[in-house]
């Protein structure tokens, strides 16, 4: 870990050199546009030419360079050693805590989350500029956001059995709840493997004339095939991978909610855990998708793209999230003579039943 940071800040210390080589003076006037843009005179070659003002100034500037790699150096040293840690409490727990297999499938999404960061922090200290292939640049992106949407696709899992346990104690005493757990994250592993197809299928990496580097997914040709259907995709992809999982979550922690208020005990604390859960969720999530569907609705209607710059900020709040899950899976939940338990919230119903 600490080589891995001396060699961050080395990075980080030459960047400038970096920047300084590739700054241009006077006026552009070439169009490009993720950035779409154009491909050069020689389509055999991954290259591209027409680039636009506001991409040239993303890709060289501040916050790309630095503000950016800056938040996911931070993800990365707290996400990495917690999610880990998470992982060797709950490895012995499997079989005997059916709430541990969504619980670990979720520290292993976003472990690998947080590992494919290590490669975009390099790629942003070094100028937005790739240097590990055309291969690695695909497995990054496709590991990038499939582990976005499988983190939030373990959540609902885990808010459905939370739902289950608070709301229908009973039906969820009847479950076979190893079985459900289990079929509920092959499920989510194999959905978001099949998802990311598309992005391992086209080309992510090119270079930039212009600026003399090589971008790894943030500049793509959409005015051509097959990268005219990226955009539907995602679009779509954004639909069923958050906004879906938002109102089921949201459903069923406000079902939570309502149904403890309603209850004789004094479950003030489990309310208060199950609302800061939604609202990190929800904070972490709903900007960075938000401007995404907006940039891609923007690029289908009109080729404007310059939505993806905010996208590229909000962004970070996903990969925190990241860092969060490893406190949020397991929780205060109940307090008893001023003494507080930490255990899984799938535990819990109101009828007093801590089986899970």
């Keep these: 870990m600490y080589r891995l940071l001396l060699v961050l800040l080395y990075v980080f210390m030459l960047s400038d050199s970096v920047q300084a080589k590739r700054k241009k003076t006077g006026n552009d006037t070439l169009h490009p546009k993720t950035f779409n843009a154009r491909r050069s005179g020689n389509t055999t070659l991954p290259e591209l030419d027409e680039i636009s003002n506001h991409v040239r100034n993303y890709t060289a500037g501040i916050l790309s360079t630095r503000i950016i790699p800056a938040a996911y150096f931070i993800a990365i040293l707290i996400g990495i050693p917690s999610n880990c840690l998470v992982l060797a409490c709950l490895i012995n727990k499997i079989r005997t805590l059916s709430s541990a297999i969504l619980y670990f499938s979720l520290a292993v999404s976003d472990l690998l989350l ?100 090589t971008t790894c997914h943030d500049v793509l040709p959409y005015n051509e095939e097959p990268f005219n259907i990226l955009i539907p995709y995602r679009l779509c992809l954004i639909c069923l991978g958050y906004m879906f999982p938002f109102v089921v979550i949201a459903y069923a922690y406000g079902s939570i909610v309502h149904q403890l208020n309603r209850s004789c005990c004094d479950w003030a604390h489990y309310i208060k855990a199950s609302t800061l859960v939604f ?23 009109s080729q404007q793209d310059d939505f993806y710059i905010y996208f590229s900020v909000a962004v970070c709040l996903c990969c925190f999230h990241s860092c969060l899950d490893p406190f949020l899976s397991y929780f205060i939940t109940k307090t008893t003579n001023s003494q507080v338990e930490f255990i899984s919230l799938t535990s819990f119903s109101p009828t007093t039943s801590t089986n899970a």
């Design 279 to 301: 609202v990190i969720f929800f904070l972490c999530f709903t900007p960075s998708n938000a401007i995404h569907l907006i940039h891609y609705a923007r690029l289908y209607t």
């Design 114 to 213: 947080l590992v494919s960061l290590t490669l975009k922090v390099h790629y942003h200290l070094n100028g937005n500029n790739w240097m590990f292939g055309e291969l690695a640049c695909k497995l990054v992106t496709a590991c990038f956001y499939g582990n976005i949407y499988c983190s939030i696709h373990a959540h609902m899992c885990i808010s459905v059995l939370r739902y289950l346990a608070v709301v229908h104690p009973f039906l969820y005493r009847g479950l076979s709840k190893r079985s459900c757990t289990t079929w509920a994250s092959l499920t989510m592993w194999v959905y978001f493997a099949a998802a990311m197809a598309p992005e391992l299928l086209i080309h992510q990496s090119y270079n930039l004339n212009d600026v003399g580097i």
